[in-house]
């Protein structure tokens, strides 16, 4: 599960998409979802981040932190302290929205969920984002 196998991995991904970073990108995915040791080694560099992430995320939801956590071991719903609703893309619109990054396609994404569009302020939203990261690169 070397850096090796990991490499041979990518490039081959590269290959397949034709030198396109973002195609090779879908390709490698694809790859990893069957190959566990693929999946290993791409998350194991990240694996403390991730887990950080996730510890993070629980901690934020409960209004005591760890101290909720310790005495319950029920679900802990989300709480920010504001009254209006939470809006979410659904996977389907999300993984459109990822395949768009950087590769300048703008199609309209809709909410499979529900059936429908995107409201405006939610588009506007992930395009500033969208932005900001290109922005970094």
């Known amino acids: 599960m070397g850096d090796t196998y990991v490499t041979l991995k990518v490039r081959e991904a ?3 998409a034709g030198g396109s970073r973002g ?8 790859m990893a979802l069957e190959d566990e040791q693929l ?16 510890v993070e995320r629980v901690a934020r ?24 609703p939470q809006r979410r ?24 969920a529900s059936g429908a569009e995107v409201s405006p302020d939610q588009a506007s939203a992930m395009k500033t984002l969208a932005a900001a990261f ?3 690169k």
Request: glycine share 8%.
């Open 39 to 54: 999946l290993r080694g791409l998350a194991q560099p990240f694996l403390k981040a991730i887990a950080g992430s996730a």
């Open 89 to 112: 893309l659904s996977p389907t619109a999300l993984d459109a929205l990822v395949a768009q990054i950087g590769q300048g396609e703008r199609a309209p994404l809709a909410n499979a």
């Open 14 to 16: 590269l290959r397949s």
């Open 61 to 84: 939801a409960t209004k005591d932190g760890d101290a909720v956590i310790a005495r319950s071991s029920a679900p802990v719903a989300a709480s920010r302290g504001s009254a209006r």
């Open 134 to 136: 290109r922005s970094r």
């Open 23 to 30: 195609q090779a990108q879908r390709i490698l995915i694809a």
